[in-house]
């Protein structure tokens, strides 16, 4: 887009235009899941930084269950997940990424 840029100093004022193109930040990548799991065995989901957020989430409570990051397989069946990955951290928006949910699933077996 455009804007116009005002500047004042003591020697006076100027007014420019200047042409601007904001910077897209890319998704973080999806991490990489193996396609099955063993009932009873454990699975923590990690982002490609140790220091991004990673919560899951389930419809398939039956089959398996999630706590924060950490997938849990439960019994034989399909579990359906959903990761959600933040970059951001405390002290704001992380520049160089953006947040992504994702939509899987694992074969307990």
Do not use: H, M
Not at 8 to 18: D, E, L, S
Not at 25 to 32: A, I, N
Not at 79 to 99: E, H, Q, Y
Request: charged share 15%; aromatic share 4%; proline share 9%.
């Amino acid at each position: 887009g455009t804007a116009t840029v005002l500047i004042t100093n003591p020697a006076g004022t100027a007014t420019f235009t200047v042409t601007y193109s904001p910077q897209r930040r890319p998704l973080v990548p999806r991490p990489d899941l193996p396609d099955t799991l063993k009932a009873g065995k454990s699975l923590t989901v990690s982002g490609q930084d140790p220091t991004w957020k990673v919560t899951l989430s389930t419809d398939s409570t039956r089959v398996c269950s999630t706590s924060k990051n950490v997938v849990k397989a439960l019994k034989r069946g399909t579990c359906s997940l959903t990761i959600d990955i933040n970059p951001d951290g405390p002290n704001g928006s992380n520049p160089s990424w953006r947040a992504k949910q994702f939509q899987t699933s694992l074969v307990i077996n």
